[in-house]
DNA sequence: GTGATCTGAGAAAAGCTTTTACCAATCCTT
DNA sequence: AAGGATTGGTAAAAGCTTTTCTCAGATCAC
């Protein structure tokens, strides 16, 4: 202890928090001889104290990591300042497995939780909406007034599709994942919006081999052709793009192809790289982190559903434009 | 409090503890009433006491998360059970903000702390060697005297390349990533040990475009063409896949090829999926979780670095035999 | 010079749990 | 039935900070 070094030890406290009154040279030499020795206070008999861990929790059951990592990049980044840190608890859509963490989260006494997921429109395997601190949705459903943050998928999808028209396309596929999803309906639907009817939306699932079979499927119908696909992500837009490459169709010459997510090690390692639409989680997980610390700290916080915007990123999949990247 | 709730204060301590002399129906009782009122003890005033605080910390400068999610996920497999939680650290790389994260955590009183990173022969930017807790690394470099673990290189590309002349082949093809990685020279020696000279060794980056590179450079060459490819990651293993089937090569018909990493996004959708060396990262860090404990719990572990084996994942990209999954 | 005001620093309490020490009241032994 | 052992339970200390209270000495006013 600092105390026994310098001189008392209430003394210490005060001078290294700048509180309470005292002689300045005395203040002055505590910090000095505290810098010297590596004093840091204990964060657990000071949380004890003050009723704050500077600890949050997210609870994620996304195995992939696919939306858990940028949202927790976010977390961190935005909290890693105030002296907060984060506990990360994996739970496989396995309800005792997420009580079993919530629990000892809870034991450690969090500040708060962050809830993230892989799906906008489903809930995490466990109960959250009474429990005594602060909890935070990210990209995952909330329960009533809750706070939740979620991508715009709607804006995104006009982002994209209106880029595909301004470029001059006109005859633009999409080709998705399964509607049962939210953001699938969602995306749908603005798609619909922008480049009206003329084209068919092909739900599917997300992976790469229903990219491949869904443009076989649009080239063997008679008729013309699409001359821009927008996927519903991008490991679907990788499985057309190489659909496409296998049938002689340039992309993006004759056919923009355009995706959805950003997922670096799938987009940017296509053929031509795609341009696709990011849904800024790392954005999305700042916000969550600075607003769950708003509520440990009392601050008040208007409940509801907050969208945030997506962003266009273009790559060389869509031609009309030299890549911002 | 329980004992408020119940009868007295230290009683209730060593109630719920089964510790201490006390009248069995006492005991009960107190057990019962805590259940009820859903106590659970406060996780700092026992960490407290203990110098235990049943919390880890988890140091990565892997960004992607490819090594560290599986890594993270063994951990906490292995940790949940003893109560233990985990904080993830990501530092980019930057000393100054590893920094900070390790200070945060052993102001937490973190019971030990595992590093963790994306490349076996290089350091976190960050010294962790004079810590007064205990520290582990996984897949990355460790100090002297350190617990190591990491998985066999050598022994998973033996594994590869035998299971490649055992199907038949004969003419088998190294293409790989920097020569600069250990892992790499590693899987390439054993590569040369098992398969002889008769093939060159392909250097290059971890990436699609050299595996289609690489394939480009290979057919171009005059004389026999390789009847195999073994890749130093799955990746690279694509990339050469795709540039067989633009050349209208048979994969695995006329030429087998087997990846490394089983990155299961890019293994699993690659046409036809691929034949790769799985790391076990998963047991890895379970194992790395394991031997912080011991170390925290003061239990002896030896030092030095220990090798995990890895295993072969058979798809469909060799031929030879049906996929075990 | 004396009472009032300040100032600098230490003492003590609180926060929650576990552990050790302790004290009554039983129980047993002979 | 009395002394010792056992039993059931409480009081108190410790672990480390922060905060509030207190107090001795110095300063100031008149």
């Known amino acids: 202890m600092a105390a026994a070094a310098a001189v008392s030890i209430s003394t210490a406290s005060k001078a290294l928090n700048d509180t309470g009154r005292m002689g300045s040279e005395t203040r002055e030499r505590v910090k000095r001889i505290a810098a010297e020795i590596g004093y840091r206070p204990n964060a657990l008999a000071r949380g004890l104290l003050s009723k704050r861990s500077f600890t949050i929790g997210l609870l994620t059951n996304d195995t992939y990591g696919r939306f858990t990592l940028p949202v927790m990049a976010g977390i961190s980044d935005a909290l890693v300042d105030h002296g907060v840190s984060v506990f990360l608890c994996a739970i496989e859509d396995d309800p005792a497995l997420a009580q079993i963490h919530v629990d000892a989260m809870l034991d450690k006494q969090v500040d708060g939780i962050i809830a993230t997921g892989k799906r906008l429109d489903r809930r995490l395997p466990v109960d959250l909406s009474n429990l005594h601190v602060p909890v935070v949705y990210a990209f995952t459903e909330g329960t009533q007034n809750s706070v939740t943050f979620r991508s715009d998928d709607e804006q995104g999808a006009r982002l994209a599709v209106e880029w595909l028209v301004k470029i001059g396309r006109r005859r633009i596929a999409h080709i998705t994942g399964p509607e049962d999803f939210f953001s699938v309906r969602e995306r749908a639907g603005a798609y619909h919006e922008v480049a009206g009817h003329r084209e068919p939306v092909l739900y599917g699932v997300w992976s790469e081999s229903w990219g491949h079979d869904a443009v076989?499927?649009?080239?063997?119908?008679?008729?013309?052709?699409?001359?821009?696909?927008?996927?519903?992500?991008?490991?679907?837009?990788?499985?057309?793009?190489?659909?496409?490459?296998?049938?002689?169709?340039?992309?993006?010459?004759?056919?923009?192809?355009?995706?959805?997510?950003?997922?670096?090690?799938?987009?940017?390692?296509?053929?031509?790289?795609?341009?696709?639409?990011?849904?800024?989680?790392?954005e999305l997980g700042r916000q969550a982190g600075l607003t769950v610390l708003a509520l440990a700290e009392g601050r008040p916080v208007e409940p509801g559903v907050r969208k945030l915007p997506c962003r266009l990123i273009v790559r060389q999949s869509c031609g009309g434009e030299a890549p911002k990247e």
């Open 216 to 282: 076989e499927q649009l080239w063997k119908r008679s008729g013309e052709k699409p001359d821009a696909l927008f996927c519903g992500n991008d490991q679907i837009a990788r499985g057309a793009v190489d659909a496409l490459r296998e049938r002689g169709v340039k992309v993006p010459h004759d056919v923009s192809v355009i995706g959805f997510d950003n997922w670096e090690i799938v987009a940017a390692q296509t053929r031509p790289p795609l341009t696709t639409v990011d849904m800024e989680l790392k």
